[in-house]
Protein backbone atom coordinates (compact mmCIF):
# COMPACT_ATOMS: atom_id res chain seq x y z
CA UNK A 1 0.00 0.00 0.00
CA UNK A 2 1.60 3.22 -0.90
CA UNK A 3 0.40 6.63 0.77
CA UNK A 4 1.33 10.19 -0.86
CA UNK A 5 -0.03 13.33 1.42
CA UNK A 6 -0.19 16.36 -0.66
CA UNK A 7 0.10 20.01 -0.07
CA UNK A 8 3.41 20.33 1.75
CA UNK A 9 4.72 23.72 2.13
CA UNK A 10 1.55 24.94 2.41
CA UNK A 11 0.76 23.86 5.58
CA UNK A 12 2.67 24.67 8.66
CA UNK A 13 6.49 23.30 9.17
CA UNK A 14 5.73 21.49 12.17
CA UNK A 15 2.72 19.59 10.98
CA UNK A 16 5.14 18.38 8.47
CA UNK A 17 7.20 17.37 11.11
CA UNK A 18 4.53 15.55 13.01
CA UNK A 19 3.49 13.78 9.73
CA UNK A 20 7.32 12.46 9.11
CA UNK A 21 7.76 10.81 12.22
CA UNK A 22 5.26 8.27 11.42
CA UNK A 23 7.58 5.09 11.38
CA UNK A 24 6.45 3.86 7.95
CA UNK A 25 7.61 4.41 3.82
CA UNK A 26 5.37 7.07 1.99
CA UNK A 27 5.76 10.15 0.14
CA UNK A 28 5.52 13.80 0.87
CA UNK A 29 4.57 16.22 -2.59
CA UNK A 30 5.29 19.27 -2.04
CA UNK A 31 3.78 22.43 -3.58
CA UNK A 32 6.70 24.12 -5.07
CA UNK A 33 7.29 27.99 -4.39
CA UNK A 34 4.68 28.16 -1.33
CA UNK A 35 6.62 30.18 1.61
CA UNK A 36 7.68 26.80 3.38
CA UNK A 37 8.13 24.10 0.42
CA UNK A 38 11.82 23.57 0.36
CA UNK A 39 11.54 24.33 4.70
CA UNK A 40 9.26 21.01 4.17
CA UNK A 41 11.15 19.17 1.32
CA UNK A 42 14.09 19.46 3.42
CA UNK A 43 12.13 18.05 6.95
CA UNK A 44 10.44 15.26 4.54
CA UNK A 45 14.71 14.12 3.23
CA UNK A 46 15.46 14.44 6.84
CA UNK A 47 12.82 12.08 8.03
CA UNK A 48 13.93 9.41 5.51
CA UNK A 49 10.68 10.47 3.62
CA UNK A 50 10.54 10.15 -0.44
CA UNK A 51 9.82 13.87 -1.72
CA UNK A 52 7.66 14.82 -5.07
CA UNK A 53 6.57 17.86 -6.41
CA UNK A 54 2.79 18.77 -6.02
CA UNK A 55 2.86 20.59 -9.55
CA UNK A 56 -0.07 22.94 -9.90
CA UNK A 57 -1.85 22.33 -13.07
CA UNK A 58 -5.22 24.23 -14.07
CA UNK A 59 -8.87 22.64 -13.62
CA UNK A 60 -11.90 22.96 -14.82
CA UNK A 61 -13.91 24.90 -12.31
CA UNK A 62 -12.55 27.44 -10.20
CA UNK A 63 -14.54 28.05 -6.98
CA UNK A 64 -14.16 30.90 -4.82
CA UNK A 65 -11.45 29.99 -1.94
CA UNK A 66 -9.86 27.07 -4.37
CA UNK A 67 -5.99 28.02 -4.68
CA UNK A 68 -4.40 26.76 -7.28
CA UNK A 69 -0.69 26.96 -6.27
CA UNK A 70 1.34 30.04 -7.35
CA UNK A 71 1.98 30.12 -10.93
CA UNK A 72 -0.39 26.83 -12.19
CA UNK A 73 -0.24 25.20 -15.73
CA UNK A 74 -2.63 26.72 -17.86
CA UNK A 75 -4.46 25.56 -21.11
CA UNK A 76 -3.95 28.61 -22.85
CA UNK A 77 0.12 28.41 -22.40
CA UNK A 78 2.21 27.99 -25.47
CA UNK A 79 4.28 25.12 -25.28
CA UNK A 80 7.42 26.86 -24.60
CA UNK A 81 5.56 28.33 -21.86
CA UNK A 82 4.32 25.30 -20.40
CA UNK A 83 7.63 23.17 -20.42
CA UNK A 84 9.59 26.12 -18.59
CA UNK A 85 7.15 26.47 -15.83
CA UNK A 86 7.99 22.78 -15.27
CA UNK A 87 11.08 22.74 -15.12
CA UNK A 88 11.12 25.90 -12.88
CA UNK A 89 8.73 23.94 -10.80
CA UNK A 90 10.87 20.94 -10.57
CA UNK A 91 14.32 23.05 -9.92
CA UNK A 92 12.09 24.23 -6.99
CA UNK A 93 11.54 21.49 -4.94
CA UNK A 94 15.08 19.85 -3.35
CA UNK A 95 15.21 16.04 -3.06
CA UNK A 96 12.54 15.10 -5.32
CA UNK A 97 12.26 11.91 -7.21
CA UNK A 98 8.68 12.39 -8.46
CA UNK A 99 5.47 14.43 -9.12
CA UNK A 100 1.82 14.44 -8.78
CA UNK A 101 -0.72 16.78 -10.11
CA UNK A 102 -2.67 18.94 -8.14
CA UNK A 103 -5.85 19.37 -9.26
CA UNK A 104 -5.57 19.37 -13.17
CA UNK A 105 -9.30 18.14 -14.48
CA UNK A 106 -8.58 20.99 -17.46
CA UNK A 107 -5.27 19.59 -18.12
CA UNK A 108 -4.75 15.87 -17.71
CA UNK A 109 -7.07 14.86 -20.32
CA UNK A 110 -5.58 16.55 -23.02
CA UNK A 111 -2.85 14.15 -24.50
CA UNK A 112 -1.22 16.94 -26.30
CA UNK A 113 -0.16 19.30 -23.33
CA UNK A 114 0.24 15.93 -20.35
CA UNK A 115 3.24 15.34 -23.05
CA UNK A 116 4.63 18.50 -22.88
CA UNK A 117 4.64 18.48 -19.29
CA UNK A 118 6.10 14.11 -18.59
CA UNK A 119 8.60 15.14 -21.18
CA UNK A 120 9.58 17.37 -19.18
CA UNK A 121 9.40 15.00 -16.05
CA UNK A 122 10.84 12.36 -18.10
CA UNK A 123 14.26 14.70 -18.87
CA UNK A 124 14.64 14.88 -15.03
CA UNK A 125 14.56 10.99 -14.77
CA UNK A 126 11.38 11.35 -12.25
CA UNK A 127 8.51 9.41 -12.34
CA UNK A 128 4.43 10.48 -12.36
CA UNK A 129 1.24 9.98 -10.06
CA UNK A 130 -1.56 10.75 -11.82
CA UNK A 131 -3.55 12.06 -8.88
CA UNK A 132 -7.06 11.31 -10.87
CA UNK A 133 -8.56 14.76 -10.03
CA UNK A 134 -11.17 13.90 -13.22
CA UNK A 135 -12.57 10.33 -14.57
CA UNK A 136 -11.26 11.41 -18.34
CA UNK A 137 -7.53 12.01 -17.46
CA UNK A 138 -4.85 10.07 -19.76
CA UNK A 139 -1.58 11.34 -17.63
CA UNK A 140 -1.21 7.72 -16.51
CA UNK A 141 -1.27 6.05 -19.69
CA UNK A 142 0.74 9.12 -21.60
CA UNK A 143 3.50 8.64 -19.24
CA UNK A 144 3.76 5.08 -19.22
CA UNK A 145 3.94 5.57 -23.40
CA UNK A 146 6.93 8.12 -22.85
CA UNK A 147 8.68 5.29 -20.97
CA UNK A 148 8.02 6.89 -17.37
CA UNK A 149 7.42 4.97 -14.26
CA UNK A 150 3.79 5.48 -13.49
CA UNK A 151 0.80 4.98 -11.08
CA UNK A 152 -2.57 6.30 -10.49
CA UNK A 153 -5.05 7.22 -7.28
CA UNK A 154 -6.58 4.46 -5.75
CA UNK A 155 -8.79 6.63 -3.40
CA UNK A 156 -8.82 9.91 -1.87
CA UNK A 157 -8.23 9.92 2.14
CA UNK A 158 -9.52 13.21 2.81
CA UNK A 159 -11.82 14.42 0.92
CA UNK A 160 -14.03 14.94 4.33
CA UNK A 161 -12.18 16.35 6.96
CA UNK A 162 -12.76 14.10 9.97
CA UNK A 163 -11.07 10.82 11.53
CA UNK A 164 -13.99 8.65 10.96
CA UNK A 165 -14.02 9.14 6.88
CA UNK A 166 -10.33 8.96 6.71
CA UNK A 167 -10.83 5.71 8.49
CA UNK A 168 -13.56 4.54 5.97
CA UNK A 169 -11.65 5.75 3.27
CA UNK A 170 -8.33 3.94 4.49
CA UNK A 171 -9.92 0.72 5.53
CA UNK A 172 -11.29 1.06 1.56
CA UNK A 173 -7.93 1.28 0.32
CA UNK A 174 -6.34 -1.59 2.51
CA UNK A 175 -9.40 -3.72 0.88
CA UNK A 176 -8.05 -2.77 -2.31
CA UNK A 177 -4.28 -3.45 -1.60
CA UNK A 178 -5.46 -6.88 -0.85
CA UNK A 179 -7.52 -7.30 -4.03
CA UNK A 180 -5.13 -6.53 -5.96
CA UNK A 181 -1.62 -6.68 -4.65
CA UNK A 182 -1.41 -2.99 -4.43
CA UNK A 183 -3.12 0.66 -4.04
CA UNK A 184 -2.05 4.18 -3.59
CA UNK A 185 -4.21 6.32 -1.00
CA UNK A 186 -3.91 10.25 -1.04
CA UNK A 187 -4.40 12.77 1.85
CA UNK A 188 -3.34 16.03 2.40
CA UNK A 189 -1.29 17.73 5.41
CA UNK A 190 -4.37 18.43 7.64
CA UNK A 191 -4.58 17.73 11.37
CA UNK A 192 -7.36 15.48 10.99
CA UNK A 193 -5.58 13.25 8.50
CA UNK A 194 -2.18 12.98 10.40
CA UNK A 195 -4.11 11.95 13.49
CA UNK A 196 -5.88 9.28 11.66
CA UNK A 197 -2.54 8.06 10.09
CA UNK A 198 -0.68 8.42 13.50
CA UNK A 199 -3.48 5.04 14.69
CA UNK A 200 -3.53 3.54 11.24
CA UNK A 201 -0.41 3.13 9.89
CA UNK A 202 0.68 0.99 12.94
CA UNK A 203 -2.39 -0.88 13.12
CA UNK A 204 -2.74 -2.03 9.39
CA UNK A 205 1.50 -3.17 9.04
CA UNK A 206 0.33 -6.63 9.93
CA UNK A 207 -2.62 -6.42 7.43
CA UNK A 208 -0.56 -4.74 4.04
CA UNK A 209 3.23 -3.82 3.21
CA UNK A 210 4.11 0.03 2.76
CA UNK A 211 5.88 0.96 0.23
CA UNK A 212 6.99 4.40 -1.26
CA UNK A 213 5.11 5.87 -4.75
CA UNK A 214 8.49 5.24 -6.31
CA UNK A 215 8.56 2.18 -5.49
CA UNK A 216 5.16 1.26 -6.68
CA UNK A 217 5.69 2.83 -9.68
CA UNK A 218 8.81 1.27 -10.24
CA UNK A 219 7.28 -2.44 -10.01
CA UNK A 220 4.38 -1.38 -11.97
CA UNK A 221 6.48 -1.12 -14.84
CA UNK A 222 7.58 -4.29 -15.37
Known amino acids: ?47 GKEVMVHLPLEPLSKPPGLYLGREPITFDMAEDAVRLRVRQHLAAVPHRVGVNNHMGSRITPD ?37 IPAAQRTVYLDNERSVPAIRTQWQQCVAAAQKDGWALAIGHVHDETITAMEELVPASKGVVRFITAGELTTRQRH
Do not use: N, Y
Open 111 to 147: RQRMTWILQEIKAKGLFFVDSRTIKDTVACSVARELG
Open 1 to 47: MTVVIDDAGLAEPSLVQRLCRIAAPFSVAVLPGEAHSVECAEIAHRA
